[in-house]
């Protein structure tokens, strides 16, 4: 059983503080220390590199610049690989951001902006990671010798020990830290945007905790519902309250998806909601016919079959994958009009 007490005590915000008072931990006091206080302790460090490489200024220049929705970052001077033969690439390139967007790529780019000098360096587009448990990293190399297994095979393996025994432990907190530490880790590997499938929704305060998380990194992700453990899940009927009170826009970094099984039920409520359908794996052949394929088709990619929900019959149905990653489909985006 799970309990929700924890909804009432530590916070997001209290954490941060946390972090912020955390001294530098000896190595005996970190393995004792718990999930929050490793991620301040991980702060500590990389906050460290980060003076000693000599770029405080600069990134205390772009924090102060980010109190502006509209502020602007120019990337000067920089080895730029667009990976855009329309763009090109540039030996000795700028790139303009501004807020959310890239605004120009090219040689010598004059504008009103926060400057950072890329000299040495090569710019390009971040990497995207199609399909992340980021509620797990507080986890990495537990198990580092485990196999998958299967559900509550009782074995030293992913589904009996990492599904089994601390998956139904986690509190609103742990999986908070965790999918803050992931993005940040992740940010810091070049791997800008992420689908994050984090199967943790014991509770309405533990999905809130997830968005939370995601949320403050600053990172394009998105947050994929998926089922819970015990009495308090909300899953799936929570997602229209989750679609209400974090993803009322359209236009921001972080977006929501269902992740549930291709049925009819689950189809009605993610159109309620606006929002895709994720399904990861492999999608049975033939696809359901209340879900619309007609010509008994199967879908499956080695990451994730995306979003056959859409409700506008002219909006693109898939906004992280191509059709030229599902086997049998033709090189273009699907429609929901093809679905009905």
């Known amino acids: 059983m799970i309990d929700d007490s924890c909804a009432s005590g530590a916070g997001p915000t209290e954490i941060r503080e946390m972090w912020r008072r955390w001294a530098a931990p000896s190595r005996r006091g970190l393995m004792g220390a718990g999930a929050g206080l490793v991620a301040g302790a991980a702060a500590q460090l990389l906050t460290g590199e980060v003076a000693a490489a000599g770029v405080t200024p600069t990134l205390d220049q772009l924090k102060r610049a980010e109190r502006d929705p509209n502020h602007r970052i120019l990337l000067k001077g920089g080895m730029v690989l667009s990976l855009d033969p329309g763009v090109g690439d540039f030996e000795n390139g700028d790139v303009l951001i501004g807020g959310k967007k890239i605004l120009a790529v090219g040689r010598n780019l004059n504008a009103t902006a926060s400057v950072v000098d890329a000299s040495g360096m090569i710019v390009l587009p971040g990497f995207v990671d199609t399909h992340h448990h980021q509620y797990e990293t507080i986890l990495r190399g537990i198990l580092a010798d485990g196999v998958l297994g299967s559900v509550n095979d009782g074995k030293k393996t992913y589904q009996g020990v990492i599904q089994g025994i601390f998956t139904p432990a986690y509190q609103p907190e742990d999986?908070?830290?965790?999918?803050?530490?992931?993005?940040?880790?992740?940010?810091?590997?070049?791997?800008?945007?992420?689908?994050?499938?984090?199967?943790?929704?014991?509770?309405?305060?533990?999905?809130?905790?997830?968005?939370?998380?995601?949320?403050?990194?600053?990172?394009?992700?998105?947050?994929?519902?998926?089922?819970?453990?015990?009495?308090?899940?909300?899953?799936?009927?929570?997602?229209?309250?989750?679609?209400?009170?974090?993803?009322?826009?359209?236009?921001?970094?972080?977006?929501?998806?269902?992740?549930?099984?291709?049925?009819?039920?689950?189809?009605?409520?993610?159109?309620?909601?606006?929002?895709?359908?994720?399904?990861?794996?492999?999608?049975?052949?033939?696809?359901?016919?209340?879900?619309?394929?007609?010509?008994?088709?199967?879908?499956?990619?080695?990451?994730?079959?995306?979003?056959?929900?859409?409700?506008?019959?002219?909006?693109?149905?898939?906004?992280?994958?191509?059709?030229?990653?599902?086997?049998?489909?033709?090189?273009?985006?699907?429609?929901?009009?093809?679905?009905?």
């Open 175 to 340: 999986a908070y830290i965790s999918e803050l530490v992931a993005s940040l880790n992740q940010l810091n590997a070049g791997v800008t945007t992420t689908v994050d499938t984090s199967q943790v929704s014991h509770t309405p305060a533990h999905s809130d905790a997830c968005i939370a998380g995601l949320k403050e990194s600053g990172r394009r992700a998105v947050y994929t519902y998926s089922p819970g453990l015990g009495p308090g899940s909300q899953y799936p009927k929570d997602l229209l309250r989750l679609q209400s009170q974090y993803f009322s826009s359209a236009d921001q970094l972080l977006t929501l998806e269902l992740n549930a099984a291709p049925n009819a039920d689950n189809w009605a409520l993610a159109r309620q909601a606006g929002v895709p359908i994720i399904c990861p794996g492999k999608v049975a052949s033939p696809v359901p016919e209340e879900c619309g394929d007609k010509g008994g088709n199967s879908l499956w990619t080695s990451a994730c079959v995306c979003a056959f929900a859409r409700p506008q019959s002219t909006t693109s149905v898939s906004p992280c994958l191509p059709t030229t990653m599902f086997a049998g489909f033709k090189s273009r985006w699907i429609t929901p009009r093809e679905w009905a």
